[in-house]
C-alpha cells in the first residue's frame, strides 16, 4: 500500500508559478513510479505529467509541456510538479498517483494509489 498526499494548491493569477508536492508513506518511494493528473469541472481526469522510479524519465502531456516540471526526492518520499506559466485553462484538482510499472505511463488504469487532490485555480 502508498498512501499519498498533495499540497501546495491554491488561487493564482496568470501567469503565476506554484509548486504541488505529494507526500508518499507505506513502501518504499523509490519502488514506484509516479504521475500527476487533474480534474477540471464537468471534465474527465487527464494525464498531465509522469516520472519513474529514479528520476531519469519523464513524461508530460503536450498541453503543459514546456510549462511543468515534475520531480522527485527519495529520500524525502515526495514528488513534485513546478507550474509554471499558469493559464486559466490549468485549473483543477490535481492529483498524484503511484504505480509499480517502470516506464511512467500517461493511462490512469496504470496506477494503483491516488491522493486526495489538491485545488488549483488560475484567474485571468
Known amino acids: 500500500q502508498v498512501q499519498l498526499v498533495e499540497s501546495g494548491g491554491g488561487l493564482v493569477q496568470a501567469g503565476d508559478s506554484l509548486r504541488l508536492s505529494c507526500a508518499a508513506s507505506?513502501?518504499?518511494?523509490?519502488?514506484?513510479?509516479m504521475g500527476w493528473f487533474r480534474q477540471a469541472p464537468g471534465k474527465e481526469r487527464e494525464f498531465v505529467a509522469a516520472i519513474n522510479r529514479n528520476g531519469a524519465i519523464t513524461n508530460y502531456a503536450d498541453s503543459v509541456k514546456g510549462r511543468f516540471t515534475i520531480s522527485r526526492d527519495n529520500a524525502k518520499n515526495t514528488v513534485y510538479l513546478q507550474m509554471n506559466s499558469l493559464k486559466p485553462e490549468d485549473t483543477a484538482a490535481y492529483y498524484c498517483a503511484a504505480q509499480n510499472s517502470v516506464l511512467p505511463s500517461t493511462r490512469m488504469g496504470f496506477y494503483d494509489y491516488w491522493g486526495q487532490g489538491t485545488q488549483v485555480t488560475v484567474s485571468s
Open positions: 507505506g513502501r518504499t518511494f523509490s519502488s514506484v513510479t
